[in-house]
């Protein structure tokens, strides 16, 4: 049976408790997205919701990386941030304008999130959706909403997602709503309840539990124990590529959770 890819991987690759416990202790800090982007198929990179990179960053960070390796960028906040959404054209043209497309084959999703407060308005967010490109500069582009207000646990957000193919995020979080429907043509997750005091963040048992999903969504299937907001829906069955992050809570040992849980998904 055919299935989309698989990857798994963590937020970023700069974090000073990694040095010793994931990065060997005589690595050079301009070295470690080279080891990281070996150790793990994919990145999360949060830095862009902050501010803009410049091109030659991006095209560095590509080079740095192995074919096959991706980057899923945060969109930036400006773009989110905002009380209508609709208007978001300006800065959305600035976010992409800044060189993303450097990143080339290894570009991955980009991950729109919003405030907890941000609630869900279908006039509101159809406005953004509509301004979403589908490439830039030939380079095809891939779009993920994250959102953390429970106004958006309705069979409305799904069904208006999936008319434009973009996916919504599934957040395993103590306090963000779970959504869980398949939108789009892949599938984006960050588990976020990981524990620095386990060797893996999640205990071996639910890294298991999680892997069995991935394949699953990999496969074109939905799983069933998850929460679906629009649960009379059934997505088509077709092979998707699917995206998990560990983040979050047990940041230390996320790397460690990603290559775990990459073993066990095959």
């Given amino acids: 049976m055919t299935t989309g890819t698989i990857r798994a991987g963590m937020g970023g ?20 997205l080279e080891f990281a ?30 074919d096959g390796f991706v980057f899923s ?5 400006f773009v989110t941030n905002r009380k209508v959404l609709s208007e978001a054209s300006e800065s959305l043209e600035k976010f992409l304008g800044s060189g993303i497309s450097e990143i080339g084959e290894k ?27 589908h490439e ?20 409305e957000f799904p069904q208006l997602v999936r008319k434009y193919g973009a996916a919504v995020c599934y957040a395993h979080h103590n306090t963000y709503p779970e959504i869980a429907d398949v ?18 963040a999640y205990p071996p048992d639910e890294l298991d539990g999680w892997a069995k999903r991935a394949r699953l969504w990999a496969a074109g299937g939905q799983p069933g124990d998850l929460p679906l907001m629009d649960p009379a829906f059934t997505p088509e069955t077709k092979p998707r590529d699917v995206f998990v992050y560990f983040i979050h809570e047990g940041k230390i040992r996320a790397p460690h959770a990603a290559r775990a849980f990459m073993e066990r998904a095959g």
């Fill in 73 to 77: 960028l945060k969109g930036n906040r």
């Fill in 37 to 66: 982007s070996r150790q793990v198929p994919t990145i999360e990179v949060n830095g862009t919701y902050y501010g803009s990179q410049k091109p030659a960053t991006y095209a560095k960070w590509a080079s740095e990386a192995p």
């Fill in 183 to 200: 939108t789009g043509d892949f599938v984006y997750a960050r588990l976020q309840r990981g524990e620095d005091d386990i060797p893996t």
């Fill in 107 to 133: 570009l991955g999703p980009l991950v729109w999130q919003f405030a907890p407060t941000k609630k869900f308005d279908p006039e509101d967010f159809e406005g953004f959706l509509k301004l979403l490109p």
């Fill in 136 to 155: 830039r500069d030939g380079v095809p582009l891939r779009h993920v909403l994250e959102v953390r207000n429970e106004t958006f646990c309705t069979p």
């Fill in 13 to 32: 690759w700069t974090f000073q408790p990694w040095e010793g416990t994931f990065y060997p202790d005589d690595l050079p800090k301009k070295r470690q």
